[in-house]
């Protein structure tokens, strides 16, 4: 998970960021949820994917994906 956990944090908060459908969020934010009750380092890997240049969210403001990243983790 050490070698996966960024990759996987990438794919997701892409995926949520726009790229999915409204009908498959469902789908990704199970993954999600699993990873960050699970897995210790899963902040820095999803506030690095969300920091990414190409997010396709990029009109969302940095302040936004900080509060985003929050509730994700709380």
Known sequence: ????GPA???AL?????GNAARSE??????????????QVRSK????AALFEK???GDK???QDRR????????
Do not use: G
Not at 13 to 17: G, M, P, Q, W
Not at 25 to 38: A, E, Q, R, W
């Open 60 to 62: 969302v403001e940095e």
């Open 54 to 56: 190409n997010l396709p």
């Open 1 to 4: 998970m050490e070698h996966l």
């Open 25 to 38: 969020l469902d789908k990704v934010s199970d993954p999600l949820k699993k990873l960050v009750v699970k």
């Open 13 to 17: 908060v892409y995926n949520i960021s």
């Open 44 to 47: 820095p890997w999803l506030e």
């Open 8 to 10: 996987l944090a990438e």
């Open 67 to 74: 509060i985003f990243l929050q509730k994700i983790v709380t």
